[in-house]
Nanobody, 124 residues
Framework: QEKLVESGGGLVQPGGSLKLSCVAS????????MGWFRRPPGKASELVAA????????YYTDAVKGRFTITRDNDLNTLYLEMNDLRPEDKAQYYC?????????????????WGKGTQVTVTT
């Protein structure tokens, strides 16, 4: 059974940093692209970042380019999202999700399996 468990969220001030982790189990993590989504309060979810199975290519939504970095460690079955220069608009529940192949897609429906999420709050 596929399982994704996120951690690392918390409360930070604007300009602060957090590093999210997502530990995968129950499937061959190293052959799937992965993505990070977020759902701000009262808004729809959006794809924040994605990475190919072998980490040779990645994607970022414009709002986080230059501030967030997605990485993965296939030996540890773990996906990461390093977030720097956090802003109040980054406040959201963050989810990791499994893609459907080795290369990422920017289509949200291409990520059928999601974790339960971790909350990120940015406030003074």
């Amino acid at each position: 059974q596929e399982k994704l468990v996120e951690s690392g969220g918390g409360l930070v001030q604007p300009g602060g940093s957090l590093k999210l982790s997502c530990v995968a189990s129950g499937f061959n993590f190293d052959i799937y692209a992965m993505g990070w989504f977020r759902r701000p309060p009262g808004k729809a979810s959006e794809l924040v970042a994605a990475i190919n199975s072998n980490a040779d290519n990645s994607y970022y939504t414009d709002a986080v380019k230059g501030r967030f970095t997605i990485t993965r460690d296939n030996d540890l079955n773990t996906l990461y999202l390093e977030m720097n220069d956090l802003r109040p608009e980054d406040k959201a529940q963050y989810y990791c999700a499994t893609g459907q192949g080795t290369h990422f897609s920017i289509a949200p429906y291409s990520y059928p399996n999601w974790g339960k999420g971790t909350q990120v709050t940015v406030t003074t």
